[in-house]
């Protein structure tokens, strides 16, 4: 299964990859994030893994997250023009997903981000949950991106809008 979704924020892409690469930041728009702790490397550097745990209601999912692609590894100074990539996969049970994200200018002051997320499925329960909900995977991505544009733009915290 293959999507994409988009979002335009209103900060400049610099400040944007750096909100997005800070882990500290992580839980204030990453709905239903439990935990997010590298077990080999240094957070969002290249082939970095880390354990991830996210809770959506009663579904728990637990998985290890490889970083396969950053750039530019320099999140200061970005040049003009250019592209930033922030690619990884995400495998746990019964799922493999890989992630490419790209930011461009989209105008002064403004940010694109594009999301482009593959998922494969293994054993029968996630086969099925990938045919009769393919929808919800999509949802949820396009949640995140809106979360992140309110934590980045107003400071909102999705653990202050639950509570």
């Not at 750096?18 to 239903?32: F, N, S, T, V, Y």
């Not at 250019?82 to 930011?103: C, K, P, Y």
């Not at 909900?133 to 980045?152: C, L, Y």
């Amino acid at each position: 299964m293959k999507y994409t979704v988009s979002t335009e924020i209103g900060l400049p892409r610099e400040r944007v990859v750096q909100l997005l690469a800070d882990p500290a930041h992580l839980p204030k728009w990453l709905r239903g994030l439990v935990l997010h702790e590298p077990l080999s490397g240094v957070h969002g550097q290249v082939s970095t893994k880390s354990r991830v745990v996210m809770q959506m209601g009663q579904q728990k999912f637990e998985g290890t997250e490889t970083i396969t692609r950053r750039e530019p590894a320099d999140l200061h100074g970005i040049p003009r023009g250019s592209v930033d990539h922030f690619d990884r996969e995400i495998v746990g049970e019964g799922m493999w997903s890989a992630v490419h994200d790209r930011l461009t200018e989209a105008g002064p002051e403004r940010t694109l981000w594009v999301s482009e997320n593959e998922y494969r499925f293994s054993g029968l329960l996630m086969r099925l949950v990938g045919l009769l909900v393919p929808g919800t995977f999509r949802k949820q991505s396009q949640q995140h991106m809106q979360d992140f544009k309110a934590f980045a733009e107003q400071g909102k915290d999705v653990r202050e809008a639950n509570g």
